[in-house]
């Protein structure tokens, strides 16, 4: 068990609707990563937070955005949600800061996501 | 972009037998990464290679980083069915980790 924790464990909402996923890191960890899983493929960099501020972000639209909290927990928000949003959405903790590039990072179970 | 492909997509193998899979990249990382996913899990790390041509173990398992740094391999010696799932590789770009599609392990009894 990694120490990373996320909920809910399973969320279904409709298009159009908003949600938030929760995660808490690792003890010691400062660095929060999100990536996207979808069904039979790797997972895929959303965003990452490091002192509560977004450092690094992959190719995701606006609707997707994130907190990171002085605990180090974070958030990952998606508005008006598609179909295609449908997924494992993944959090990483790692101990170290982007700019000396991520260190090794320790995934949650995730939240799995199913957009009606 | 980055991409890593990883071979093969899926392998169907008896218990006791040795798996060997492996990862290529169009660019070059300074890390790579192994982990393996359980169905309804996050992806678990298993192996860190830092080194071009670094080759490490755990228990069952060696991994090889590339002296390219554009490939590594993994394999299992004497795979038991808990080896079951899906096999990813990554390497580590600047703020993220960049994953393979899997390779999914069955093991026959």
């Known amino acids: 068990e990694t120490g990373v924790t996320q909920s809910p464990t399973h969320l279904i909402k409709t298009r159009g609707q908003q949600v938030t996923l929760r995660c808490s890191s690792q003890s010691g960890h400062n660095t929060v990563s999100w990536y996207q899983q979808a069904l039979g493929q790797g997972p895929q960099f959303i965003f990452q937070y490091y002192r509560e501020e977004e450092n690094g972000r992959g190719n995701f639209p606006p609707r997707f955005s994130g907190l990171q909290f002085p605990n180090y927990s974070s958030e990952l928000n998606v508005n008006a949600l598609e179909l295609d949003d449908s997924a494992l959405y993944l959090c990483?903790?790692?101990?170290?800061?982007?700019?000396?590039?991520?260190?090794?990072?320790?995934f949650g179970p995730g939240t799995r996501l199913l957009v009606l | 972009g980055q991409q890593l492909n990883q071979s093969p997509q899926s392998m169907f193998i008896q218990e006791g037998e040795d798996v060997s899979m492996n990862c290529t990249s169009s660019?070059?990382?300074?890390?790579w990464l192994w982990y393996k996913q359980d169905p309804g899990e996050g992806p678990v790390l298993l192996i860190a290679?830092?080194?071009?041509?670094e080759l490490t173990s755990n228990g069952r398992l060696t991994a090889q980083f590339g002296i390219t740094r554009k490939d590594s391999f993994l394999n299992i010696s004497a795979s038991i069915p808990s080896d079951v799932g899906i096999y990813f590789c990554?390497?580590?770009?600047?703020?993220?980790?960049?994953f393979g599609q899997g390779t999914r392990l069955t093991i026959n009894p």
């Open positions: 290679l830092y080194k071009a041509g």
């Open positions: 990554a390497g580590r770009g600047a703020q993220k980790l960049v």
């Open positions: 660019s070059i990382f300074n890390t």
């Open positions: 990483a903790s790692s101990s170290r800061p982007t700019s000396g590039g991520p260190g090794t990072q320790y």
